[in-house]
């Protein structure tokens, strides 16, 4: 844990720089160009051609919460969705594997923004096909900022969830198909706020995994990281196939289970 | 463009501001307002920070007593506190015993450096000292940044001596003060001062006037809160953000009005089954044109509003 939050402490320092600057094209693709080393070395990653979009404001009112809309092609077979926030200093949101109960039509969640910067969706397919597309986002400050307004609150509420039934789902669902919007009320302390008086940083705790079932079947599991939004929020699609379970593992491997028979909460 | 956005975004309730930088400072022309028989405010300049205002931007000020001083809220940066304590001593030559933050934002709090000599009793809500280990570094650093980069000039709180989780009542020397705490309104270290002898209610920003409220607690919880201040005998109210007084409780209406209607609208909004991308741009659209600073607020008031009611139960 502590060499975790001493690398996130330098990436902050290493972060801060980038935080005033204004769009420089140089840099940024030199950015994406050693991210995507890391974390998609072997692969081709193809620019998409209606493969996937992605879709977020271009000046975000909070930057703590910048809500982002991927589509993806429902004709195409999805293994994996990656969500990058390039100049953020953990840059992978998150990645979702989907299983045999999802459809990957579209998946909408929310994320921190610590700096003026280009996000990437990247989708895999299971025959090995990989795509990307991009997107400039303004907001700053995202990472950095203290967000939680009621800390006795997120305490309190900690690992509860709520279940929304999305009544107009997005175009192209095929038939049987149900839209829905999960809420996770967690914290999400990404370890990047200092305290003053300690000169540490208030301790990382953050929502890991979030794995979702309908009945026994996968709908997608969620690696997650420090750039989601506090109360992480998940909208998807899937084929219901029994009551939807999901499993949610922060950092501290607390872990928050809940079974929905329908618009519920846990 | 990116340092202007930054900076709003760091210093969110101090943003800087979208008017060029005033030539004088805007603070030091200022005139304390006695709004009641020994009680002083320095009304802010109704704007966001800038090196020009000092960020003197929030309303401050002081009750003297028989025997001693309050400082409520010392100010929002170094130089703003030494002002305010230049104007006490001008005025008075009783110590200055106690100092009073109404809750954690840097523009009420950053001035208390200029304090540090009088060895204040630093009187604060219970969840102040936690709130201020999470933020105080992150607002230093900001508002730095507005004012030229060195953090000396940003100021500092003086860490609180004296807790308040309910009540606590200050003896000034004939002149009793009632300091109240409350659970998360506009923020969640938000207190008041209530003084007897002239029925005054200094509610920090737990009231707006003119500017638009900054919402950093709790919707509902502000609105409750708000009811409980207007039901007290006060005749007239310090707002933390506009004149130096209003009478009261007539002086609610406006901030009741607009924390209503995000709470309605984001109700309505949620009902639809809309989505929090909508919220920025639809929701208290009706409040334009009523508040300065609108645009660079009410969006985000309304994103938070929007996360905090979709955890509402369904009617
Ligand atoms: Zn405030």
Redesign the pocket.
């Known amino acids: 844990m502590t060499s975790r939050l001493f690398a996130l402490a330098l990436l902050l320092v290493l972060a801060l720089p980038l935080q005033g600057r204004a769009e420089d094209q140089t840099a940024d693709a030199a950015r994406w160009q050693d991210l995507r080393q890391i974390l998609f070395a072997n692969h081709t990653l193809a620019p998409a051609k209606g493969q996937i979009a992605l879709e977020a404001p271009d000046r975000a009112m909070d930057a703590a919460l910048v809500p982002v809309t991927v589509t993806l092609d429902p004709g195409l077979p999805l293994k994996a969705l990656y969500l990058v926030v390039d100049n953020n200093p953990a840059p992978l949101v998150g990645t979702f594997h989907f299983g045999p109960a999802a459809v990957p039509v579209q998946v909408k969640t929310r994320v921190r923004v610590d700096a003026y910067t280009h996000m990437h969706a990247v989708a895999e397919t299971t025959d090995g096909r990989w795509f990307v597309t991009d997107r400039y986002v303004k907001a700053a400050g995202g990472c950095s900022a203290p967000a939680t307004k009621d800390a006795a609150l997120a305490m309190e509420r900690l690992g509860q969830m709520r279940l929304k039934t999305v009544a107009e789902g997005p175009t192209g669902l095929p038939k049987g198909a149900v839209t829905a919007q999960l809420l996770i009320s967690h914290p999400n302390y990404n370890g990047m706020q200092m305290d003053q008086v300690t000169r540490n940083y208030t301790p990382a705790r953050f929502v890991r995994d979030v794995t979702v079932k309908s009945g026994d079947t996968l709908v997608f599991q969620l690696e997650a990281d420090i750039s989601l939004s506090e109360d992480p929020a998940i909208t998807f699609s899937y084929q219901p196939k029994g009551p939807l379970s999901v499993t949610v593992r922060d950092s501290t491997d607390a872990t928050f289970s809940h079974v929905f028979q329908g618009d519920d909460k846990g | 463009m990116a340092r202007r956005t930054l900076i709003r975004a760091v210093l969110f ?1 101090c943003g800087v501001a979208a008017a060029p930088p005033l030539v004088s400072s805007w603070a030091a022309d200022v005139s304390l307002v006695q709004v009641a028989p020994g009680i002083y405010v320095r009304p802010g300049a109704v704007e966001d920070a800038t090196a020009a205002n000092d960020d003197a931007i ?1 309303n401050i000020g002081f009750i003297v007593g028989r025997d001693a001083v309050a400082v409520i809220d010392p100010g929002g940066a170094a130089a703003d506190g030494a002002r305010l304590r230049a104007r006490i001593t001008a005025i008075t030559a009783l110590p200055i015993r106690y100092l009073i933050y109404t ?1 954690v ?1 840097p ?2 709090v950053l001035g208390a450096v200029a304090f540090a000599a009088d060895h204040p009793v630093v009187v604060a809500h219970a969840r102040f000292a936690a709130a201020w280990g999470e933020r105080g570094a992150y607002y230093r650093l900001g508002l730095a940044r507005i004012l030229g980069g060195d953090p000396a000039q940003a100021g500092d709180a003086l860490p609180p001596t004296q807790a308040v989780d309910t009540t606590v009542d200050i003896d000034l020397g004939g002149r009793m003060l009632h300091v109240a705490a409350y659970g998360a309104a ?2 969640d270290s938000d207190l008041t001062v209530y003084d007897d002898q002239t029925r005054t209610l200094w509610a ?2 737990l009231l707006f006037q003119d500017r638009i409220p ?1 919402l ?1 607690g709790s919707l509902t919880g502000w609105l409750t809160v708000l009811g409980q201040l207007k039901a007290l005998p006060a005749v007239r109210v310090v707002p ?1 953000h506009g004149p130096a007084q209003l009478p009261w409780p007539a002086g609610a209406a406006d901030e009741e009005r607009y924390l209503t209607t995000l709470v309605r609208d984001v109700r309505a909004l949620l009902k639809r089954g809309g989505d929090i991308d909508a919220a920025a741009t639809t929701v208290a659209q009706s409040e334009k044109g009523r508040w300065k600073l609108f645009d660079a607020y009410n969006g985000r008031n309304a994103i938070t509003a929007f996360k905090q009611l979709e955890w509402e139960d369904p009617p």
């Open positions: 309730l929030a809750h934002h523009d009420h506009h923020t920090g920003d900054a950093d933390g």
